[in-house]
């Protein structure tokens, strides 16, 4: 298949962790990818040259999702590439262990800035393009919801468990309203993944050391992820809406 022939995808914090794996799979199948990064330039270049060297089609681009005018940039990016096909939501943050009493306003507001705000921004662009009603050709939204979600992660961050049950609601309902439209709407449920979003949490071993206590036995893998949400974009799936994909080796699969 010719590179970017399946149209360009948008992958927010594509250059690290699941975001990585999702925009290497994603060119592998024959997406042109907008490889997005919040600071980290040198990570995000990376991805981009792995994807040039195996002759794919792929640009990284600096944007915070939480800013319009980022995401406005972000998408302006993609239009250069061609169609837009496809949005994995994807950049998220997590803090340090806290208590809710201890949240100060400045961590509540990053935390749903970036986990929820942002995804709302980035599904409005790209809507905006991909709708039927808006003169496009459809397409396909994920989001990144969280194990979280279902588990509440008390004594952790019970914030960014809250922002992705936001997610998982927003699933539901964006994907309601646009399915008409031509676009499909879902969601990934990842469990521990081996990724550096635990060090930025404060806490580096917290995968390898959940990994015995897990159903199946270890952490997951990045590309195991990346590979669910391949799937849900494809158009294998093309009668899946508004659904969530478990990649949590068993973990939170009963609400
Ligand atoms: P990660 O390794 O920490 O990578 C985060 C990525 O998001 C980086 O590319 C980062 O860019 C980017 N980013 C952060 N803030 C951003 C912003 N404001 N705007 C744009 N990009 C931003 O994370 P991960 O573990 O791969 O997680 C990816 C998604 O999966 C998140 O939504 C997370 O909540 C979800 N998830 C992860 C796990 C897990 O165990 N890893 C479990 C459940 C759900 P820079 O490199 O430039 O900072």
Redesign the pocket.
């Known amino acids: 298949m010719a590179a970017g022939a399946k149209g360009v995808l948008v992958v ?10 999702t925009s290497l799979l994603a060119a592998e199948r024959g997406h042109a990818v907008v490889v ?6 040198e ?2 270049e990376r991805v981009a040259a792995q994807i040039h060297a195996q002759g794919g089609v792929a640009v990284a681009v ?6 319009e005018e ?1 995401v406005a940039h972000i998408f302006a990016a993609a239009d250069r590439l061609g169609t837009l096909a496809g949005l994995v ?6 803090d340090v262990a806290a208590r809710v009493d201890e949240m100060s306003v400045e961590r509540l507001t990053r935390m749903f ?3 929820i705000t ?1 995804s709302f921004l980035c599904a409005k662009a790209a809507i905006k393009r991909m709708s039927t009603r808006h003169g496009g050709v459809g397409g396909a939204i994920v989001n ?5 979600a279902k588990l509440g992660s008390p004594g952790y961050y019970v914030d ?1 468990a809250a922002a ?1 049950g936001a ?1 998982d609601t927003f699933t539901v309902g964006l994907a309601l309203e646009v399915a008409g439209e031509g676009i499909r709407v879902n969601a ?13 949490g404060g806490d580096p071993e ?2 390898a050391r959940m990994a015995p206590s897990l159903p199946i036995p270890r ?2 893998t ?1 590309k195991e ?1 990346a590979r669910a949400i391949l799937w849900l974009l494809s158009d294998e799936a093309s009668y899946t809406t508004g659904t969530t994909i478990a990649v ?1 080796g068993g973990r939170a699969i009963v609400p």
């Not at 927010?12 to 794996?21: C, E, K, L, V």
């Open positions: 927010t914090g594509g250059s690290r962790g699941i975001g990585a794996a997005n990064y919040a600071g980290n330039v990570a995000a600096r944007g915070d999702v939480s800013l980022d939501n994807n950049a998220g943050v997590i800035s970036i986990n942002g990144l919801s969280s194990a979280a960014y992705k997610i990934v449920r990842p469990g521990i993944i081996e990724t550096d979003i635990h060090a930025s917290r995968a952490a997951g990045a992820v949590s």
